[in-house]
């Protein structure tokens, strides 16, 4: 059964740097999210794409932050400036398009900052 | 705004049915969703069920929905050690397609 993939499982950083999380979404989705779950907090939306443009971003989403999807496979966030509190459990999401597909989420990359 | 709850704990003998109970604020909600979370795993879509429905029903699982109250159950029948895990519960917005997660109930299969 196809999956998301995401790489690395776990990222340790030190504060001040940039980190680009990796995402394989399933291979005929189309629109593709990230989510982020601080420990111990809820699961939050940071932002969906679709069409390589963000289609809706929350307010964590800030200039820090960025999303791309650089060939026909990968879609990667990048956080420019790590802070602590960017410590967190990263989730990608993809799904297939029309209104009634459901959100198929990878395993997630631990993110430390220190 | 928008906003999800569940309880934080639930804990079962091996067996029994399990009931995790979810309450939404947004009544502009099309679906809401069940995932699981196992201990270092992902988030596994469990089922979910459109706004307009009262019930859902899939193998052991049992989703209710009451509109009037917003608030959505899972019930698992015959609950085994392995269905201990985190529950979310989620909800999708008409207008948007971001979920909406609540807090997660942690169930524990006690044998």
């Known amino acids: 059964e196809p999956e998301v993939t995401q790489t690395p499982s776990h990222q340790v950083t030190q504060m001040g740097q940039e980190v680009i999380l990796r995402c394989v979404p399933i291979?005929?989705?189309?629109?593709f999210y990230w989510y982020r779950q601080i420990l111990g907090q809820k699961v939050e939306f940071l932002v969906s794409?679709?069409?390589?443009?963000?289609?809706?971003k929350s307010e964590i989403f800030d200039d820090q932050f960025s999303v791309e999807r650089p060939d026909g496979s990968n879609f990667t966030l990048k956080i420019r400036s790590t802070k602590l509190e960017d410590s967190a459990m990263y989730f990608c999401?993809?799904?297939?398009?029309?209104?009634?597909?459901?959100?198929?989420f990878g395993p997630g990359t631990r993110l430390t900052v220190t | 705004g928008e906003d999800v709850e569940q309880s934080l704990f639930l804990s079962v003998r091996e067996g029994d049915s399990s009931v995790i109970n979810c309450t939404y604020t947004d009544s502009s909600s099309t679906y809401l969703y069940w995932y699981k979370q196992e201990p270092g795993a992902g988030l596994q879509l469990l089922t979910y069920?459109?706004?307009?429905?009262d019930m859902k029903q899939d193998q052991r699982l049992t989703v209710l929905l009451n509109k009037k109250d917003k608030h959505l159950s899972l019930r698992i029948a015959d609950t085994q050690t392995g269905d201990s895990a985190i529950y979310f519960c989620?909800?999708?917005?008409?207008?948007?397609?971001?979920?909406?997660f609540g807090s997660g109930t942690r169930l524990l299969v006690r044998p």
């Open positions: 291979s005929n989705h189309l629109y």
């Open positions: 069920i459109f706004s307009n429905m």
């Open positions: 989620a909800e999708r917005m008409d207008s948007s397609y971001k979920l909406i």
């Open positions: 999401a993809s799904r297939l398009e029309g209104t009634n597909y459901e959100q198929y």
């Open positions: 794409f679709y069409n390589n443009e963000i289609s809706e």
